[in-house]
């Protein structure tokens, strides 16, 4: 549902807060409970504007150290009067329900969702429309979306299939040659889902041979480690390569091939600190940079933008929601280096016995 613009002033996401935080001081608040209606010539005009921010989980460190402080940030210095209501479900798909239902009933002036569980969404996202409350699907998709911001799901699944490729070509083995395993993420997330599909595109274009796959629930490491140790136990060929969708699951994976004494090419994503550490040591090939600022300010910029009445335009759209995507890269052993900055930090990384795995890759 798109919602109907006080002005047809389309507002270019980066860059606008001047533009919004004036807007939203200057008598286009919302009145209360009244989520984005015309606000009448009363109201108060204060800028006085609550956002909800709702993400899924915290055991992927992104949401808490990076997702909720960046999004914070932006919403700040878009309308500086605006408050954010923050929760996070910890992958509880029935308590964040409770969450978001909870905000539609404080009428809150805009709702900005990461999903545990996309499929169910619908009733709570029916009584926010019903209240004219804009909502904002943030990394993981949801049909009826005001605005749409994550990363190309799909496009990472080819990197990481890309990247058992490389793995595979660097230590000399004919990716055609073994079996290859997949630990995808959970299925209640569309993401793991497209996550899948682009992995599995980019290596069956190969020629691998995909002989087990296992969809990791609720993204939990230890269900990605039981699962391999027991395809382990199995009398099949042990695998030349085993796909991991984050760095959670390959954590997992990694303690049970190390268990087992197999040496595989393993993959990830999230650039979390144990994943660049397993890089660092070798037990982990590559994982997948994703610089969470850009997200949060398209994410926080919209929000801002949509509880003022205004239209919010993204640079594409996906399946008819306005979006903004935002790059992804791989990082391997060699490229650690070039990640380290304000959102990564070497001191973070380079503890212990890493610390000399950082002087010889360079990270500092
Ligand atoms: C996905 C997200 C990944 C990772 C994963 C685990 O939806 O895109 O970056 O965080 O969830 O929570």
Known sequence: MRHKPKS???????????????????????????????????????????????LPESKTTRYESLDKPNFEKYVAEANPDAKVEYRNANQDATQQQQQFEAAVTEGVDAIVLDPVDASAVSSALSKAQA?????????????????????????????????????????????????VWMVNGDPKDP????????????????GVDIAASHDTLDWN??????????????????????????????????????????????????????GLQNILKGDQYATIYKSIPPQAEFAANAAVALAAGEDVDGGTTYKDTPTDFVEAE???????????GDQIKAEDICTGSVKELCDDAGVK
């Open 8 to 54: 047809h002033r389309k507002l270019a996401l980066f860059g606008a807060s001047v533009a919004i935080g004036a807007l939203a001081l200057s008598g286009c608040g919302n009145q209360k409970g009244q989520g984005n209606a015309e606000a009448d010539s009363g109201s108060s005009g204060d800028g006085d504007v609550t956002i909800a921010l709702l």
């Open 131 to 179: 209240k004219k409350i804009p909502v904002i699907s943030y990394d993981r998709f949801f049909e009826g979306a005001d605005y749409y911001t994550s990363f190309d799901n799909k496009k990472i699944g080819n990197l990481q299939g890309q990247a058992v490729l490389d793995g595979l070509e660097d230590e000399g083995t004919d990716p055609t040659s073994g079996p």
């Open 191 to 206: 993401n793991a889902a497209d996550f899948k599909a682009g992995a599995e595109e980019t290596l069956e274009d190969a």
């Open 330 to 340: 791989v990082v391997t052993k060699d490229t650690v280096k070039d990640i380290v």
């Open 221 to 274: 490491p230890d269900d990605a480690r039981q699962w391999v140790e027991g395809q382990l136990q199995g009398d099949g060929e042990e695998p030349i390569a085993i796909y991991a969708a984050n760095d959670g699951t390959a954590g997992g994976v990694i303690a049970a091939v190390n268990k087992a004494k197999v040496d595989t090419v393993i993959t990830g994503q999230d650039a979390e600190v144990d």
